[in-house]
């Protein structure tokens, strides 16, 4: 298990460290030009003083020496400024990361407490009327615009009948627990929609994969309940192929978390990174994808971990092909 | 008509009708088939419809803006007085277009990976098949974005490549296929493998057919229904993710129409104007659902596994 844990914290590393290197290496393929926008920003300054510039900066070195100085810096804890906030990356970054943990985790929570009754039920009876509107359901869920639907939602539930507030964060001047809970109702929403029509199927075939099984006959034979045998032998095995496959959609579930936070003004991971890009603030861009990417990697490392105490059979002990 | 026994008997030995079938018996693919021919006959017909139509998608009517659905404007105008219809009609077609080109393009990839991870094994295998489980595990809409703001001009393009107006137009093809390409990989690995050491396949090796061959004429072949289920239903994704990109503003650039950038401005369109936020967005809906009921329809009648799990 330890040894496995390591191979998988190893193999995180080298995706971030040659993701951080791509990252770097675009950004230099940007629209405009660092030294460009200080010159246009301050008339004082003439090219021959860009020049200058461009040697303190070592803008002037070739990329691969550029990247070896940030990443001595970026490990050593100094991850570098946003130009547009002039404040260090993570003091933007690090609270919103935790907003957007609090997005993420209601709509995951939510989704799942949604598909797995639901995908349990669809495939009890597999190819009946419940079933077949289920399956509806769930394409009509994966096969919406996540921006649409969440247009959709304002224009409903804060436009028509405003119940809730269209966007933002919290009240000004109002700012409380039940105000700030009244803000993450829509976003939550929203998320939960565009994901939980995936979840649902992936629990449904699980559960007619495993209901097939001879196990399950033998329960049945010899008078164990359908309750029980769903609950105490189906269910239980199905659950390894679900957690494989949600983890696997953490990527995805974060990308929905950008449209949905940048629909609703929601002030979390994925709008900064697009606010950051339009805005060309790309080392806040750059660090920002990169910590998503590693709390999106370390989600999977624990989907792994839960996958072993669910499974007795994994032990994860290394088997030499 | 004297042909048609013969042509039953042939498509008879292939199994095609048992497959026709299945497809036949998913209700929801065949309509969606139905609703998908309409949308292509109509994205290919576009400027001969609006010909016939009397207007042009990109005319700019500055006194009749948010017109209402009229005889003349069968849908009303947007916010420059244009007409929603015919915009409707041609975006269509650059979603339609997008769709398929980048899917194409993802399966041409995936299909290389996965035969060149399943024959070669090993350490290539271990590589390739690491660098999936990375992209695969990728929050996927922060990357496009970003490399989808790259500046054109600062890629060493041929002359006049980064200026064209359809320059944004096939860079998200272009991205969305480097990184759509891992499901086809995987799968066309998995039946590398399983026929690798298959009788038909040694004995072609016996008969001294080279690795690329055996991978071409033997493997390729046994694998196509896999790529065109996957392929399919990443089309329905793919229209989405261009939709997202256009909608935020990293897509097709306008003046062209697309679904996503009809939607740039919906935001504001909701308390001005709802039909101009509703009408594309239902547009994406009814494209990507169709597509995703066809490639789900595509399995029943191709994957003849799936079709044990039916009852």
């Not at chain 1, 200058?52 to 810096?73: C, H, S, T």
């Not at chain 2, 001969?48 to 042009?56: E, L, T, V």
């Not at chain 2, 990184?179 to 086809?184: C, I, K, N, R």
């Not at chain 2, 097709?252 to 009809?262: E, K, N, R």
């Amino acid at each position: 298990m330890l040894r496995f844990l390591i191979s998988r914290l190893v193999q995180a590393a080298i995706v971030l460290a040659v993701m951080s290197f791509v990252l770097y290496a675009l950004i230099g393929l940007m629209p405009g030009d660092p030294i460009d926008l200080m010159i246009q920003a301050n008339p004082e300054l003439t090219p021959a003083d860009g020049e200058r510039l461009r040697r303190l900066y070592g803008l002037d070195q070739p990329i691969v020496e550029r990247y070896g100085r940030w990443l001595a810096d970026a490990l050593s804890g100094d991850l570098g400024y946003s130009r547009a906030h002039a404040v260090p990356v993570l003091d933007i970054l690090l609270p919103r990361l935790a907003n957007t943990l609090v997005l993420l985790g209601l709509a995951f929570v939510a989704a799942l407490a949604i598909a797995l009754p639901v995908g349990i039920f669809a495939a009890i009876r597999p190819y009946g009327p419940a079933d077949t509107a289920i399956n509806l359901a769930c394409f009509a869920g994966i096969s919406i615009p996540p921006f649409w639907l969440a247009l959709l939602l304002i224009m409903l539930f804060a436009v028509t009948l405003g119940w809730l507030p269209a966007g933002g964060m919290a009240t000004p001047g109002m700012e409380s627990l039940a105000d700030r809970a009244r803000h993450l109702v829509l976003p939550v929403l929203a998320l939960t929609l565009a994901s939980v029509g995936g979840y649902t199927r992936y629990v449904r075939a699980a559960m007619l994969e495993q209901m097939r099984q001879d196990y399950v006959r033998t329960a049945r034979a010899k008078g164990v309940g359908a309750i029980a045998v769903i609950r105490r032998h189906a269910l239980r095995n199905a659950m390894i192929p679900v957690i494989t496959i949600v983890a696997l959609d953490l990527g995805t579930l974060f990308s929905g978390a950008l449209i949905t936070e940048t629909m609703f003004g929601y002030l979390g991971m994925g709008k900064t990174i697009y606010d950051a890009i339009l805005a060309n603030d790309f080392n806040l861009a750059l660090v920002g994808l990169m910590l998503a990417t590693a709390t999106v990697l370390a989600g999977t490392i624990l989907a792994d971990i839960a996958y072993a105490a669910l499974d007795p059979r994994i032990t994860y002990r290394r088997a030499r092909a | 008509m004297t042909a048609a026994p013969a042509r039953i008997e042939a498509a008879g030995t292939r199994a095609t009708p048992a497959r026709w079938r299945r497809f036949l018996a998913h209700r929801a693919a065949v309509a969606s088939a139905v609703v998908l021919a309409l949308l292509a006959a109509a994205a290919l017909a576009a400027p001969a419809i609006a010909r016939a139509y009397g207007a042009d998608p990109g005319q700019v009517d500055l006194l009749n803006r948010y017109a209402p659905p009229s005889a003349e404007h069968w849908l009303g105008t947007d916010a420059l007085g244009r007409d929603l219809f015919l915009r409707l009609v041609f975006g269509g077609r650059v979603s339609l277009l997008v769709g398929l080109a980048a899917a194409f393009g993802a399966a041409v990839i995936g299909t290389a990976i996965g035969l060149v991870s399943g024959f070669a094994g090993g350490r290539t295998d271990a590589v390739l098949m690491r660098l999936t489980d990375a992209v695969i595990a990728l929050p996927l809409l922060p990357f496009l974005i970003i490399l989808a703001a790259i500046d054109l001009a600062k890629l060493p393009l041929p002359e006049g490549w980064a200026e064209a107006d359809t320059a944004s137009l096939w860079r998200i093809v272009a991205i969305v296929a480097l990184f759509g390409w891992p499901t086809v990989a995987r799968l066309v690995r998995g039946t590398a493998l399983s026929l690798r050491e298959r009788e038909f396949v040694l004995a072609a090796r016996a008969l001294g057919a080279g690795p690329a061959r055996i991978a071409l004429a033997h493997v390729l072949p046994n694998a196509v229904s896999p790529i065109v289920v996957a392929t399919t239903l990443s089309v329905g994704n793919i229209i989405l993710l261009e939709s997202v990109l256009s909608f935020l503003g990293l897509g097709v650039q306008p003046p062209t129409a697309s679904w996503g950038t009809m939607l740039t401005n919906a935001q504001e369109l909701i308390w001005s104007a709802p039909a101009l936020a509703v009408w594309p967005g239902l547009m994406i809906f009814v494209t990507v659902i169709a597509f995703n009921f066809l490639g789900d329809g595509l399995q029943d009648a191709l994957d003849p596994r799936a079709v044990v799990t039916r009852r």
